[in-house]
């Protein structure tokens, strides 16, 4: 299993470009999830889903678009880039979502990601 | 006011310490308290979960919960080097249990 794949690893964007991050799964994973984590505020969760077709907002979802087509696979688009994008996304996975250990969420190696 | 609050540290301490992480929290409805450690440039790994108040050891690691308090603890005993890293809280339940909201991490650094 390659677990929770990521692409791009690094990316520059300049301000009001739009690009797509991609996050794969081959776990059969039910639940997943996009977090950034910047210098001291932690994981803030941005969108999640809890199966293909349903995505919801996390804390910080403007400027952010997600789908879930197929279980595999949950991208995240940025619509208009600012430098307040600036960050590190991780993409997550788990089994589950009600309760530990199910909901354990396996973390995707992360996409550095500067705005310009 | 955040959900979570968690000391950012940096925490150095020496070889064979005893380390003490907190968080704190303020949604009541929040059921499940998880650990998670980062290493440098990597996504984080689960450590330890917890469902309701009281302890749970895993070797060198104790989680512990104090509901009434809204206060999370994780101990380790006998640090190591190798368990520098940031460690991360991380909580759900109740209206929000889709959701796992974490903490900001505390950089943890143990001399040798």
């Known amino acids: 299993n390659a677990g929770v794949t990521q692409t791009p690893k690094f990316q520059v964007l300049k301000t009001g470009q739009s690009m797509t991050l991609q996050c794969a799964q081959d776990m059969n994973h039910e639940y997943m999830s996009w977090y950034r984590q910047d210098p001291g505020m932690g994981l803030r969760l941005i969108h999640y889903s809890v199966g293909a077709g349903i995505t919801d907002q996390g804390e910080v979802p403007n400027g952010y678009n997600v789908s879930r087509s197929t279980t595999e696979d949950f991208p995240l688009r940025l619509l208009s880039a600012a430098p307040s994008q600036t960050s590190v996304y991780f993409c997550?996975?788990?089994?589950?979502?009600?309760?530990?250990?199910?909901?354990?969420?396996?973390f995707g190696p992360g996409t550095r990601l500067t705005v310009l | 006011q955040k959900e979570v609050e968690q000391d950012p540290g940096p925490l150095s301490v020496p070889e064979g310490a005893i380390v003490s992480l907190n968080c704190t929290y303020s949604?009541?409805?929040?059921?499940?308290f998880m650990w998670y450690r980062q290493y440098s440039r990597k996504g984080p790994e689960l450590l330890m979960y917890?469902?309701?108040?009281g302890n749970k050891e895993d070797g060198r690691f104790t989680a512990q919960v104090d509901k009434s308090s809204k206060y999370i603890s994780l101990f380790i005993r006998d640090s190591q080097p190798s368990d520098s890293a940031t460690y991360l809280c991380?909580?759900?339940?109740?209206?929000?249990?889709?959701?796992?909201?974490f903490g900001s991490g505390t950089r943890l650094s143990i001399r040798p």
């Open positions: 917890t469902y309701s108040s």
């Open positions: 949604n009541s409805a929040f059921q499940y």
């Open positions: 991380a909580m759900s339940g109740g209206s929000s249990a889709s959701k796992i909201i």
């Open positions: 997550a996975s788990s089994l589950g979502w009600r309760m530990p250990p199910t909901n354990e969420q396996f």
